[in-house]
Structure formats: C-alpha cells, structure tokens
DNA sequence: CGATGTCATGCGCCGACTGCTTGTGGTCGA
DNA sequence: TCGACCACAAGCAGTCGGCGCATGACATCG
C-alpha cells in the first residue's frame, strides 16, 4: 500500500483531500504545521509528500528543502493557493516534483499523486511498527528518531515476524518454528529477543508470561 | 548533458521552446508529428520527452501509451490546449509524468523540466550515490572530494547495479547474474567487492552477512 | 612480432561473525 | 513459598567472507 503524508493547515481542506485519497486505497498521515510534517517525513517512509506552500512553524518550502537536505526521496508535490509562475518555478526548484494551484480539482490531485507513485515502484518497501519501520531493502530498523539499527539475517526475520502482528501475542513454539529450524533448541526464541531488546531498547519485544512475546512500539 | 525531445507540430512554438532549452544547457531533438516522435523516442536515450497533446500522424496520448508499452522510462510532459480536468487527468493516466496548460510560461515549463530531470538520474549521464556519483560518459567514479577513480568494465558495471538502488542489500546471486556469467566462480562476485574497496576505500561497500551486499555513500 | 601491461577469473587459507547451546541466577504467579 | 518460566551471559563450532596470489586472455606498444 502506497503511504502518503499531506500536510496543511487548514483542517476542512486537509481532512478531505485525506479522506478522499483513503478512499482511494492509499494509507494517509496527516500533520497540520511544517514543524510536524518534518518530524513525519523524517522519521517515516512515505512514497509521497502533499504539502502545502503557506505553513505554520515552518514554511513549506522550507519544509521540503530540509527534507531533501536530509536525503529524504520522497516525492513531494505542492499545493498553493499562491498562482503566479514565480512561485511555482521556486517551488519546483526548491525539490518539489509537482505544483498545483488552489483551488485545484480532488481528481486532478489524484492522478498526479498517481503520476508520482508509478515513479517510486522500488522506493522505500517498509514495514511500519509504531513510530518507527523495518526498511525491507536494506534489512534495517529504523527507530522513532530515525536511528538505523543494523540486524543480523536471524535479528530481522523474528522481528519481521512479530511485526507483522504488533500487539499480538506470538508463542515461542510459533516463532521457532517460523524463524528457526524446527530442531532448534527450545530457548533459541529467548536468546535472539535478548539480542534485539540489547538492540532496539528494553521495551520493544515484551514478554507475555506463559504465552509468548508481543511487539511493542519501535 | 541532458537530452531532450520535443515533440510539436506547430512549427514555430516547437522552435522557440527548443532554443530556449537548448540555451539553457540541454541537448534537444524534434519532431514535428508522432510518427516520428515514437522512432526518435524508440532510438534514442532521452532524459525527458515534451510531447504535444494534439499532434499529426499520432496523437499525443497514443506516443506516450506506445512508449511506455516497449518500457521507454523517460519522462513525459505533456502539453495542451486543451485544458480541462478530464484532458489532464486522462494524460496523466496514459503515462504522462506532468502535464502543462497552453498558453505556458517558458521559465515554468523550464522549472518542470528541471524537477522531471532530477528524477532520471538513472537514465542516461550520471548515478548520483550521496555525495559523490558516477560518471558513466567517462565511466568512472567521483567522490565526494571531487577526487576521480577509473574503474575496469566490471568493477564499474557492478558499482552499478548497487547504485540503482543504494543501501538496499543486494543478494550475491543477483549480482553474479546480471554483472558476471551465470557459470562464473561463486566467489566472484567477493572478488569484485574487495576491488571496489580497494579503489574506492573500505566503506562504500558493506557487507550484510548471509545475505549479500549493499552500497553506503560513496 | 615479441614484450609488456591490464583485465578477468579461479583457488584457497585464515579470520571473523553468526547461529546456537548451555548454565546460572532472577522473576513471576499461584 | 515453591515451581515454572524467563533474562542474560558466555562459549563453541561451523560457515561465510576478505584477501592475496596465480593463471590465462587480450590489447597495446615498442
């Protein structure tokens, strides 16, 4: 599923477009200050970044030239209710991909959301947990923060299993039989989440006694 | 340097829009109907194609559908006089990467090019990987201090295939497969990487146990 | 036409890391 | 309070990867 952020200050303006992109299949955050949509689109891969020109705490063009500072690829396409050929042409240099002018058709906006998502076909496939994801490329965790925790092969695929179920309760006999052989030894389970709680923090793997473990937040 | 095709019947807007591109640094190609857009679009390497919505022999809609059938990736910008939503929203659709209403600004249509060229890195002149990128005219690659390093047709062909998609682990077999032959040495590939190191330093590229390999910054 | 150098490839050893086991002490729950 | 369950540490063996070296093909140049 393709992950959106739209951000935009104006609520009404903001919880449609959202809405309606949901509708169309597309998994939608949403921030309604600059200060927030960098927090997002910093520590979560998103295939597109809908952002508004005018924001508060930190103006949209601001936005997407830290963004891109910061090695985010995300594709970004600008809203603006500002039309002159200036301000496009500074907005597209700043790093936008795309540049659309209030007030603009729900429909147009989608099909060149759908213009920008044909293009990232092998962008960021990722798992989310919480507030941070599993970089499936490049077998990686990346925290809240943004903090990369490099795993090794056995590391990922149990979290990867328990991730993809956050919150559910996962018994022993379930993740060695899904991660290891089954001939491993009973408490194989135990020591690889010991090395992922010495990874990734205390919190993240909980245990359920007698049951199993349970992914918390990343 | 970047190439270009504009594809246009009127004769004079055709000329003009070209000069000024080619003023501005592109090499530009035309083409004054579709039938012969499609053969330059199929022959030659193009960075971004500027493409009529009206045009003689083979509408506007019909080159694109065509090109991106035979898997041309270049970008599309489509131009029209017809601007309605629905014109805009269907070419888009067919394939177009953005399209822009006539009349047109020229320093907008130049700002578009710009963004739809950032995008194409992996098309024809240069392979930007953090700071440094590669040069694949001169087939060699450049540091981030500017420094440059001359690689042998392997050592930069596998170079790459990492850098298509940087930081993503990248399995040995897929590499020995599409860098080297399918008969060659397993340890070939090993073999390769320890070259890169060698020219390039020891960090560019990782190693990801089990798994395969996957390029850092270079 | 021979000499020289560069490139592609194969082989093999050694070191490093991973995966897994085992054991001990601590914690939980009834 | 007791038994079961769990956390953690350390160690071991096997595999994987790093790297040097040897070989042969090919191009280049004297």
Same mark, same amino acid.
């Given at each position: 599923?393709?992950?959106?952020?739209?951000?935009?200050?104006?609520?009404?303006?903001?919880? &449609?477009?959202?809405?309606?992109?949901?509708?169309?299949?597309? +998994?939608?955050?949403?921030?309604?200050?600059?200060?927030?949509?960098?927090?997002?689109? !910093?520590? %979560?891969?998103?295939?597109?970044?809908?952002?508004?020109?005018?924001?508060?705490?930190?103006?949209? @063009?601001? !936005?997407?030239?830290?963004?891109?500072?910061?090695?985010?690829?995300?594709?970004?396409? &600008? @809203?603006?209710?500002?039309?002159?050929?200036?301000?496009?042409?500074?907005?597209?240099?700043?790093?936008?991909?795309?540049? !659309?002018?209030?007030?603009?058709?729900?429909?147009? !906006?989608?099909?060149?959301?759908?213009?920008?998502?044909?293009?990232?076909?092998?962008?960021?496939?990722?798992? %989310?947990?919480?507030?941070? +994801?599993?970089?499936?490329?490049?077998?990686?965790?990346?925290?809240?923060?943004?903090?990369?925790?490099?795993?090794?092969? %056995?590391?990922?695929?149990?979290?990867?299993?328990?991730?993809?179920?956050?919150?559910?309760?996962?018994?022993?006999?379930?993740?060695?039989?899904?991660?290891?052989?089954?001939?491993?030894?009973?408490?194989?389970?135990?020591?690889?989440?010991?090395?992922?709680? %010495?990874?990734?923090?205390?919190? *993240? *793997?909980?245990? *359920? +006694?007698?049951?199993?473990?349970?992914?918390?937040?990343?």
């Amino acid at each position: 599923m393709r992950r959106l952020l739209v951000v935009e200050d104006d609520t009404d303006l903001r919880e &449609m477009v959202s809405e309606t992109l949901a509708d169309e299949g597309y +998994h939608v955050d949403q921030a309604p200050d600059g200060q927030r949509g960098l927090h997002l689109g !910093l520590t %979560r891969p998103y295939d597109v970044l809908v952002i508004d020109r005018r924001l508060p705490a930190l103006d949209g @063009l601001d !936005l997407i030239t830290r963004l891109r500072a910061r090695a985010v690829a995300a594709r970004a396409l &600008m @809203l603006t209710a500002l039309g002159t050929v200036d301000d496009r042409i500074a907005g597209l240099d700043a790093g936008a991909d795309d540049y !659309l002018a209030k007030p603009f058709d729900l429909d147009e !906006l989608s099909a060149r959301i759908r213009a920008l998502c044909r293009r990232t076909a092998d962008a960021t496939e990722a798992l %989310r947990v919480g507030a941070g +994801h599993l970089d499936l490329a490049a077998r990686d965790a990346v925290l809240a923060d943004g903090t990369r925790v490099s795993l090794s092969a %056995r590391e990922f695929e149990l979290l990867r299993v328990l991730a993809a179920r956050p919150g559910a309760v996962h018994p022993r006999a379930a993740l060695r039989s899904r991660v290891f052989d089954e001939a491993a030894a009973a408490s194989i389970v135990d020591t690889y989440v010991y090395y992922l709680r %010495r990874k990734l923090g205390r919190t *993240v *793997v909980q245990t *359920v +006694h007698g049951l199993g473990y349970r992914l918390g937040a990343l």
